[in-house]
């Protein structure tokens, strides 16, 4: 199993351009999400996901979106990219199965915004 | 939405001292889970604890969660160089995950 993967690793962006953050994993697990990580504030939810066709909110959706077509893929946009979006982001997933939801994580994409 | 309170911020210490993160919520918790990131790494599950009052250990790490359900903690005996990161408790609130601020420790050889 290759677990979580994201792409790409790294993006430098210009303010007010699109892109899309991938993130997929191959262990059939239910629960999807999206953090971003900046110093001193840990990790901040942005979006997550209970299965295919079904997202909510986190702490801080103001300018992502997100899609769950498939269980293995849940894109990240970033609609009109901003300075203050500049972080690591991290994607994870775990199965809602059981009492221990071990979330896995991604390797991230570190992201700057110019 | 919950809050988790993490400290210290920054732990410095001597190879084979003990190391000890907190972590306090506001409101009573379903469950406490842990983490560790390595610099330039992703975080990595260590353990979640559901019940009151429960306690686990992990050869040198014991997991502690409170009476109350409202506060944790992690103790690290003798550290060494490999245990160098941040180490982070997280809590579901139906779905949505909060991560505390993390504990930085540095181990000087």
């Known amino acids: 199993n290759a677990g979580v993967t994201q792409t790409p690793k790294f993006q430098v962006l210009k303010t007010g351009q699109s892109m899309t953050l991938q993130c997929a994993q191959d262990m059939n697990h239910e629960y999807m999400s999206w953090y971003r990580q900046d110093p001193g504030m840990g990790l901040r939810l942005i979006h997550y996901?209970?299965?295919?066709?079904?997202?909510d909110q986190g702490e801080v959706p103001n300018g992502y979106n997100v899609s769950r077509s498939t269980t293995e893929d849940f894109p990240l946009r970033l609609l009109s990219a901003a300075p203050s979006q500049t972080s690591v982001y991290f994607c994870?997933?775990?199965?809602?199965?059981?009492?221990?939801?071990?979330?896995?994580f991604g390797p991230g994409t570190r992201l700057l915004v110019l | 939405g919950q809050q988790v309170m993490q400290i210290p911020q920054y732990q410095h210490v001597q190879e084979g001292e003990d190391f000890t993160t907190y972590c306090n919520s506001s409101t009573t918790l379903s469950n406490i889970q842990w983490y560790k990131q390595r610099p330039g790494g992703h975080p990595v599950f260590l353990i979640q604890l559901v019940k009151s009052g429960e306690v686990k250990k992990q050869k040198r790490l014991t997991f502690q969660f409170g009476e109350a359900k409202k506060n944790s903690s992690l103790h690290i005996t003798a550290t060494q160089t490999t245990d160098v990161g941040t180490y982070f408790c997280?809590?579901?609130?139906?779905?949505?995950?909060?991560f505390g601020a993390g504990t930085r420790l540095t181990v000087k050889p």
């Open positions: 997280a809590a579901y609130n139906n779905n949505d995950m909060r």
């Open positions: 994870a997933s775990s199965s809602l199965q059981g009492v221990a939801q071990t979330q896995y």
């Open positions: 996901s209970v299965g295919a066709g079904i997202t």
